[in-house]
């Protein structure tokens, strides 16, 4: 498939409202079978401090555009977006490997961010507070300026709009660099938030090196935000890097999202519910099932019944209708799948389905192991790609004590009937998010977000604007 024909298909980088390309470039590559698909551009550091001021000052007229006129620009960019699904899915799939049916998805739960913020531009809304006889507490909210975002390659579309569209519904201009495996979704979706009305400055997307972009972003006294989606080591480091200037943060790092299914959960909506958040993505997500702990009582059950849904899982090109699991980033990914497997059975954990042998390329089988324990490599490390490790479990307290048994604190899963252990359960999970009888919880009117080493911050819903928001209180006094 050449997407490069496609109207959407842009490989330049968008900078104050002018397309550029360099002498200089990065390679895009296909997945599939690691072909080159393209260049993009490799900005000087020049360029990426030019492109600060320029977000600069054009936040300054876009803070005071109306916030009913930010909201229909936006309405308008979530219409072409939604308008060209197709073609955007498809580069999708081409530069990351999901399954079309999959990033036609991605697609619409992207454009749905932008759907919600052009909502929240205009809800933007302070307080008057009661206190003294003689005064009034007033409270503004205002736009906290220019902000950045560096964003990862597993989900190129929402990542970048559940930034973007409330930075821009709050007043700010944005900075967005997206990950090298995955700039040409985040151009395509560009091209049309200029097609849009989005003035030139306000939104932009930078492509280059990494870590000098990284470097310059966290330095620059005129960036008042970053947004950052990725590795919680890069996040770590970010953070660090922006000691020196203060700047807010929103950081949406890893996970190592526990599943406890008790002997009380509805068995099919259980499996199927592992099936969602496991396989989705062939693995790739953040919130993705790392451990899947099942209580005693209905364990070899539960096993069967998976086993047999995992084995009809079609591997294969994204493109093609049928595709459940494409193929996974990268060779590293592969590795560190395949060094979990391996850890797991070196360690007595039991292979149900799947093979566990090296393939060539960027392909890995859907691999089920039972018998793991809290010992193993993947109770402890997010494994990002299609392996399922089931753990067994006697009681509640046992159950809860392992999921919580780590750094991090994303997403967790809880499959019961009764009505008392959901609420004790989901009350004593450490985690940001907890799914109940489901495997899918992300939506843009929810807030997405981790606690522990999982991040700081949260994504969509109403939360989502404050991110992008700074309080101003201000005191009137002698009024009487
Ligand atoms: P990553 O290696 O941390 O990369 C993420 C982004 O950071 C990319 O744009 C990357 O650019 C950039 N980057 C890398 N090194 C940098 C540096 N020194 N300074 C500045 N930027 C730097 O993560 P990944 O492997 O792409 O993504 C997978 C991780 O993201 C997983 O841990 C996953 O759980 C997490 N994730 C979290 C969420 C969430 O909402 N919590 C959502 C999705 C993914 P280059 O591509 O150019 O290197």
Redesign the pocket.
Known sequence: MDITVLSVFENRCLVNGTWLSTSQSLEVKNPLDNSVITEVPVLSEDVIHQVIIDAQIAQKKWKDVAPNDRSRILRQWFDLVMQKQDELATIMTVEQGKPLKEAKGEIAYAASYIEWFSEEAKRGYGDIIPAQANSEILVFKEAIGVCAA??????PAA?ITRKVAPALAAGCSIIV?????TPLTALAIAKLAEQAGIPAGVFNVVTG???A???I?TESPIIKKLS????????A??MAQSASTVKKLSL????NAPVIVFNSANLDLAVQGVMDTKFRNAG????CANRIYVQSGIYDTFVEKLKTKVEELKVGNGLNENTDIGPLINRKAILKVEEHIADALSKGAVLVTGKPQNLDGNWCTPTLVKDVTQNMLCAKE?T?GPFAPIFKFENEQDAIAMSNDTEFG?ASYVFTQEINQFIRVSRALEYGMVGVNTGLISNAAAP???VKS??IGR?GSKYGMDEYLEIKYVCLGNIN
């Open positions: 560096i964003t990862p390659w597993n989900f990542m660099k997206p990950a090298s495996e090196s990494s870590t972009i990284g470097r972003f950052f989606t990725g590795s919680t080591e890069i996040g480091k970010l949406e790092l890893g996970g790739q997500t953040c919130v997010e990002f994303l997405f977000g981790g999982s991040g994504e």
